[in-house]
């Protein structure tokens, strides 16, 4: 147990009380604060009051499924820096892919062996972590890359990159959250806009000449899903 862990608060929402029941005992143990709901419904209701750092949402749930849930939620500006992480029993593409354009953060599937699902956590966390702790200048560092936004600077080994503002805006997004999955509809709303229509090929260039000039080793491409910068 740490103070990390003590400062944390997960809820956990899954209709099935075995299921909440079992997650809830580990994370106890692990030192965490932790809140349990057994439907949509409460577990709006109990986020709103526990304002919680994580949320393990299962996706089928007989009066509201989870991908309402993280959109409502999504909808409020208190939980932009809530993690949603879904768990489920479904683990089709498809499935995988509406989560996170829904605005999920990770996505395990059941089952799961608690000490799995408890590094899978602290991995979590810490990635949220890293990205909180942005120095006062607006600045983001990862490996050999820092990125400013205030200045609208990056910077590769100590050498200053001269990125197009739509390359700019693309890579602090995906520095924003390092690890986490952006799909392209993601992209296109937080870059362009929702008015604006581009091409499926826009966002791959962009991706192209981004990797052309920070390096291969950054961008990762999830085929079918979209885009991330390994923590």
């Not at 996505?107 to 590094?119: A, G, M, N």
């Not at 972590?129 to 006062?136: A, L, M």
């Not at 607006?138 to 890359?145: Q, R, Y």
């Amino acid at each position: 147990m740490t103070s990390d862990t003590r400062d944390t608060k997960i809820l956990v929402i899954d209709d099935e009380l075995d299921v909440t029941d079992v997650i809830s005992y580990n994370l106890l143990k692990e030192g965490y604060q932790v809140k349990t709901a057994n439907s949509g419904s409460t577990g709006l209701e109990v986020a709103s009051e526990f304002q919680p750092n994580l949320i393990l949402l299962d996706v089928m749930m007989t009066d509201m499924d989870g991908m309402e849930v993280c959109r409502q939620l999504r909808e409020q500006d208190k939980f932009d820096n809530t993690l949603i992480a879904f768990l489920t029993a479904r683990g089709e593409d498809y499935t995988q892919i509406a989560a996170f354009d829904y605005g999920g953060d990770d996505f395990i599937v059941k089952p799961i062996r608690p000490s799995v699902l408890k590094s899978r956590i602290s991995a979590l966390l810490r990635r949220a972590g890293r990205y909180s702790n942005r120095d006062q200048n607006n600045t983001i560092t990862l490996g050999e890359m820092t990125l400013n936004a205030e200045k609208f600077e990056v910077e590769v080994s100590g050498k200053k990159i001269d990125l197009a503002k739509k390359e700019f805006k693309i890579l602090a997004l995906l520095l924003s959250y390092p690890g986490r999955v952006f799909t392209r509809d993601e992209i296109y709303r937080q870059v362009w806009g929702s008015d604006i229509i581009v091409g499926e090929r826009t966002i791959d260039v962009h991706i192209r000449r981004i990797r052309e000039k920070i390096g291969d080793g950054y961008i990762r491409t999830l085929k079918g899903v979209g885009y991330k910068i390994d923590a």
